[in-house]
């Protein structure tokens, strides 16, 4: 590695690594040259990528982590910044989608989704802003979904959860100094097992016929990556992806 490259180099979190877009971005991420910091719930998944990245050269720890416990969150950051001195970049990806119509009343779900999707957003905001703030930079990555922009049958729960990720993302980016950067990204379908969680016999139909049509997570990944390698003056708010098919 050159000292150019060194210097462009970066501690990144990741939640929601094990599978989908966490799992590509941390390949990509780490394959760039940046130390990669895993958390997810599947510890032995995340052990498998920690492998292949290492096998390929790449840089990458791992930390089972549940998004929903605010405190195990907070020292999923704390140990990242102990080991390697600062954290650059966390990726709030962690999310779950069992959809289902709302008269079909699967409240469990509903709370599931509220759990990971927005309170293991805060609880990422919260563990690694108090860094950002000591160290006068860092940089925040939401992944959302296009259910931010649109609302669909079976899927108003959800697409609500990731309105507000949308909105606080959005929100932190406008509260927070401008040495600290702010994107949300908003994939349409990709190909992952995140819609394997749907157990309601009407939602997982009509979700086999909407995901007809799908772009790999490797997309989401590049996307990713274009936004924290900017210079540090360019904040890449928003960037949208989907299939060129999906309307």
Known sequence: MTTSQAVLTKVVLITGASSGIGRATALRLAREG??????????D???????????????????RLDVTDREDVAAFADAAAERHGRIDVIVNNAGVMPLSRLDALLTDQWDQMIGAN???????????????QRQGGGHFVTVASIGAHQVVPTGVVYCATKYAAWAITEGLRQELDPSIRVTTV?????????????????????????????????SIAD?????????????????????????
């Open 45 to 63: 998944r995340l052990a498998m990528i920690a492998q292949e990245i290492e096998a390929a050269g790449g840089k990458a720890g791992v930390r």
């Open 223 to 247: 996307a990713i990556s274009y936004a924290i390698g900017q210079p540090p003056g360019v904040d890449v708010n928003e960037l949208v992806i989907r299939p060129a098919r999906q309307r």
């Open 34 to 43: 940046h130390q990669v910091v895993l958390g997810a719930r599947r510890e």
């Open 118 to 132: 927005v309170r293991g957003l805060l609880h990422g905001i919260a563990a690694a802003l108090p860094h950002f």
């Open 186 to 218: 908003s994939p349409g379908v990709v190909e992952s097992d995140l819609a394997d969680s749907i157990n309601d016999t009407l939602a997982r139909e009509a979700m086999r016929a909407y995901r007809a049509d799908a772009v790999p997570p490797d």
